[in-house]
């Protein structure tokens, strides 16, 4: 296995780590899939998009307030990116967060969202100590619901018209989980560096 620098939580078969220029590629490759922006805020990805992108996050730092940030997913055995998971610290109330995610299309169905979100999680309660952690899935995909609930995330709410995709309002899901249903289901927190 590589060894990475800024590595923020692990699982079994996953390293949750900064951005590093060498994942431009394979961070490109699977926002510019339009199978996996169809729900997202951005089209038309292009290579300069992705190292832009990734050149901000390298001189970027977790737990900004008002800001996110996007924290690669990477296989323990080769360190090869297979997506992203990021963190919206939220600039009036820096206790609660919000979640995104994506996979690359090859690694979609093996259950890596459900483990990279798991130790995500306990990195949140832990190492950060937020008090909520929040999600809001367009209704229409299907996908990101089925991650969020077997994750054991509450709906608080169906929104809508709550956001603008592609020129239309669309529909979208609250999910939360707080700390303390965290703590209830999963006890012990594995706390690593923030
Ligand atoms: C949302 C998204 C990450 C879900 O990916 P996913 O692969 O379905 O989610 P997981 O990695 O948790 O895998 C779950 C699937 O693997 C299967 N699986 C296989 N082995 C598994 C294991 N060891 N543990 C858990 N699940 C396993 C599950 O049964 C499930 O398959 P199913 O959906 O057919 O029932 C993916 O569709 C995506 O990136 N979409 C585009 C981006 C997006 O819309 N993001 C959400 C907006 S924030």
Redesign the pocket.
Known sequence: MKKSNEVYCVSDRLVIRKFDLQDVHAFYQ?RANP??????SWENYTLQDAEAFIRKQIVHSPNQHGTWFQYAIALTESDQVI?DC?IHTRADEPQIVE???????E???????????CALMDYVFGALNKHKLI????VR?T??I??LE?LGMRREGHLLENYKSKGIWIDEYQYAMLRSEWLNKHGVIHAMNN
């Open positions: 699977y199978d996996v922006s169809r729900f997202q997506g990021a979640l995104g995610f994506t996979l690359a299309p690694f979609q169905g093996k259950g890596y969202m459900n483990e990279a979100i999600a809001f899935a367009d995909n996908k990101s089925q991650v077997r």
